[in-house]
């Protein structure tokens, strides 16, 4: 399969995060066709990460993930653009980073490898358990991918994920004064979080928090007793001084319940690629063991997580070659 071929292949194959395992059979059986060593590293009952390899000890891994966010979108394209879930996050990285694998291989270069993991857009378990791998130690150079406009990002904000949960009194909704409202309770500490400054760094810039997810409430004639949102924060900082902030702010109104965070991470500047600072995070800083870090890929993170989401063929095309003069610059190191 050529470029193209691949990715719109991937992106026939659900892999909604929890859903990965069909995805990753798929690449396993691609690339044992190809020639590589590949390896299922279990994560769970059903997800596995994808290792390849040429050689027993390769300096450069390119990764990236597998899962995708919900709902799953059938490919589709034009003369121009590759659409649908996956496109440039990450089915059309993956495509891209085995292409180019496949060309430096055929320049007679071994030294590289192939790292594809599960439930990035969740909580990076499937990093998590790959820093664990032994070839890890082998590995000087990690290029992840995530959409950068294929520009090199030389910064990534940090991720944490929370939920914030009020408790009430049931009562009768022509009696409200006979209870209390856990979701009033919600919208008042939630509008207090709003308007709370959070931490500024002068190279990862702002931190921001985004209110995902409300729920709460049994029926409309009944006082609600329980209440909850889902925050996410994209950290410039580390966790603990934004989590005593929000605690702060919180006080006895509720609880916050921390599900996961990531820190911010600064990466390897290379001469010769446009630069720049994102603000989503990835599976880099769980992933410590594999060396220095980069990230790179094609396609606009302004798309990805949406129903247009899609690649430019062009930019599909540019990342190959990005791809491999970058790990050739990291192996003539």
């Known amino acids: 399969m050529n470029l193209f ?6 992106m026939t194959i659900p892999s909604i995060s929890g859903n990965e395992e069909a995805v990753g059979f798929f690449l396993r059986d691609h690339l044992t066709g190809l020639g590589w060593n590949v390896e299922l590293q279990p994560v769970s009952e059903n997800q596995n990460n994808v290792i390849a390899t040429l050689n027993d000890t390769p300096r450069v891994f390119l990764s990236t993930h597998m899962d995708v966010v919900p709902p799953h979108i059938p490919p589709t394209e034009d003369e121009e653009k590759i659409y649908g879930r996956g496109a440039c996050d990450a089915k059309g990285i993956i495509a891209a980073q085995i292409t180019a694998a496949e060309m430096l291989r055929a320049e007679g270069v071994t030294d590289i490898g192939l790292l594809f993991t599960v439930d990035e857009e969740q909580s990076s ?18 290029i992840d991918g995530e959409p ?25 909704s022509a009696y409200p004064e006979e209870g209390e409202s856990a979701i009033e309770k919600l919208i008042e500490t939630l509008t207090d979080l709003r308007h709370t400054e959070l931490p500024n760094d002068e190279f990862f810039g702002q931190t921001t928090l985004n209110i995902g997810t409300i729920a709460g409430g049994l029926k409309t004639n009944i006082v609600p007793p329980n209440a909850e949102a889902g925050l996410h924060v994209r950290l410039v900082t580390d966790e603990k001084p934004v989590i005593e902030l929000l605690h702060k702010v919180v006080g ?6 921390v599900m996961s965070f990531s820190r911010p991470v600064k990466m390897l500047q290379v001469e010769g690629f446009n630069q720049k600072v994102v603000r989503f995070t990835t599976d880099i800083p769980h992933l410590p063991n594999w060396g220095t870090p980069l990230l790179l890929g094609p396609g606009s993170i302004l798309v990805a997580h949406t129903k247009n989401e899609f690649v430019l063929k062009a930019d599909l095309e540019i990342s190959v070659r990005n791809y491999v003069n970058l790990a050739k610059k990291l192996l003539s190191v």
């Not at 071929?5 to 991937?10: F, H, N, P, V």
């Not at 990002?153 to 009562?171: C, H, P, W």
């Not at 006895?252 to 319940?257: L, M």
């Open 125 to 142: 378990t499937g990093a998590q358990v790959a820093n664990l791998h032994p070839i890890a130690s082998s590995c000087e150079y990690l």
């Open 5 to 10: 071929e691949l990715t719109k292949a991937l």
């Open 252 to 257: 006895d109104r509720g609880k916050i319940e």
């Open 148 to 172: 950068t406009d294929n520009d090199l990002a030389i910064g990534s904000k940090g991720s944490l994920r929370m939920f914030l949960k009020t408790e009430g009194k049931a009562a009768h």
